[in-house]
C-alpha cells in the first residue's frame, strides 16, 4: 500500500497528533527552460549548422593553373556550403575565415574569368546558394508590423550577414557573367527556387531584403518561361498579406520590383493586368501599416494609369471604399496619392471622376483634424487642378464652395481659417460671377436654417405654455432647450451643436459636448469675414 499524504490538523489539537507538513520533491532539470536574453537588434534566423566546421584552407583559385581552377572552382564551392552558427561569436573563427577568404576568390574569380563558368559549375552554385541563404525565418520580434516606423525603430539585424553577404554577391555576379547560360541555370533555378527566394522577403534585415530584390530582378529579367510565375506567386503574398496576416517584411521590396515590370507593360494592358490592379494593389491600401509602403504602392498605381486612363474611375472608387475614418494618417497618405492620380490624368478622363473626388475631396476640407484639412486645401496650389476647375467653374465651384464655407465658419484651427480664405480667392479668381452665386445660395440656405430653428423654438415656447396650464406643472421641472441663433455659427450638426447653456450650467435632457476655449482673435476674423468681402 502506498503511503498516504499526511494533512495538517487543527492547530487546536496536540502537537504530537499533528501529520509532518507535506514535502514536494524539486522539479526536474528537463521541466526547466532555460531563459537567455540576448540582443534583439541582431540575432540569427539559423536554427541549424553544418556538422562539417574543420575547414582546411585550399590553394589560391586565380594562382592554380588553367587545367586544376575547374576542380579547385568546385572544391571551394562545396567548401562554402558549411553552415556556422554566429550567435557564438567566438567558435570556430578559424573556420568562419576560410570561408569568408573563399567566397572572395570565387567572387573575384567570376569577374575576372572570361569563359570560367562551365555546365559543371551549375548545379554546384545553385546548391551552394539555397544551403546557406533558405531557412526558416525566425519567428519576429514585432509581430504586429503597423507598430513598426523604419524612420525611428532600429531594425533587426542578421547576425550570419558576413558570410550572406558574400553568398548574394556572387550570385549575382554569376547572374551578371557574360558567360552565363540560361538554357542550363534553367534545370536547376525552378519555380521551387523562386519560391523559397520569396519567402525570404520576409526577413527582417533590409540588407538581405535589398539583394533578394535585384536577384529575383535579375531572374525575372533572364528567364522568361518564369515572369508568369513570379508575378502570380508575388500576387498570392499580397492577398495572403492583406486578406490572412497583415504582417510582412518585404512588401515594400515587391512593390519596387512591380514598378520596374508594370513599367515594360504593352498597352492595351492584359485582362491579368487589370485583374491585379483591381484586386490587388487597391486593396493594399487597407492594411494598417501602409504608411511602410506607400511610396512604391503609389507609384504602381499610377504608372498604371498613366498607360490606361479608362481604369481612373474604377481605381478611385475603390479608393474611396477603403478610405479611413478615423486614420488621419493613412488619409493624409491617400490625399498625397489623389493628388498624383491628379498630375496624370488628362481633362477627359477627369470629367468621368470629377464627382466622386470632389466629394472626398469636401469631406477632407471640413475635417476636425488639421492635418487633413491642411493637405486638402493644398490642392489649392496644385496648378494643373486649378485649371481643370477654369475648364467647368459652373460645375465644379458649387462642389467646393460649401465645404470651404463650413470650414471657414466652424474650423477650431486659425492656420486652416486663413488657407481657407486662400482658396475662395483662387476661386474668386477663377470665376468670380459663380463664385458670388454660390454664396448667395449658401446664405439663402443659412437663412433657411435660422428659420428652422426659431419655428422649432415656437413650438417648445407653445409647448411650454400648454404644459404650464396642467394644475401638475407645480410638480414637474420642466426642461428648457436653447438654439443657438447666431450669424457666426448658423449651422446644425446635431442637439450637441444646438444647445446654447452656460458652461457652467448643467443643460437637463439635451446633450452637448465639452466646451472648447474661445478665441476672440478667431472669432473676430470670422466676423469680418461676413459677406465674403475677399469676392469685392
Known sequence: MPKKLGIRKSVHKKKNSAAPPVSFQPKLSVDRIPMIKKDGRQHSSRFRSTNKRDLQKLPS???????????????????????????????????????RAALHELIEYVAKRKQGLQESFYPEIVNMFAVNLFRTLSPPENPNAADYDPEEDEPTLEAAWPHLQLVYEFFLRVMQSPDFSVPTAKKYIDQKFVLNLLELFDSEDPRERDFLKTSLHRIYGKFLSMRV??????????????????????IAELLEILGSIINGFTVPLKEE??????????????????????????????????KQPELTHDVLSGMLRLWPQLNSTKETLLLNELEEIVDVIDPEDFVKVEDIFFKQFSKCIQSHHFQVAERALYFFNNEYLMSLISDRPSHLIPLIYPALHTASRTHWNRGISSLVYNAMKVLTQIDNDVFMKCAAKQESLDSRRKQLITSRLSKWEKLEELANKNPLAKKVTLHHPKYAVTDNNPNLHGSARTSSVNPGQQSGGVRRKSVLPFDESTAQALQQFEGHQLAQ
Open 61 to 99: 583559385l586565380l594562382s592554380a593553373s588553367s587545367k586544376d581552377q575547374p576542380t579547385l572552382f568546385i572544391q571551394k564551392v562545396r567548401q562554402c556550403c558549411a553552415v556556422f552558427d554566429f550567435t557564438e561569436s567566438m567558435t570556430d573563427l578559424k573556420s568562419k575565415e576560410i570561408k
Open 229 to 250: 510565375f513570379i508575378r502570380r506567386s508575388i500576387h498570392h503574398i499580397f492577398l495572403r498579406f492583406i486578406y490572412e496576416t497583415e504582417r510582412h517584411n518585404g
Open 273 to 306: 493586368h487589370t485583374t491585379f490592379l483591381l484586386k490587388v494593389l487597391v486593396p493594399l491600401h487597407k492594411p494598417a501599416g501602409l504608411s511602410v509602403y506607400h511610396s512604391q504602392l503609389s507609384y504602381c498605381i499610377v504608372q498604371f494609369l498613366d
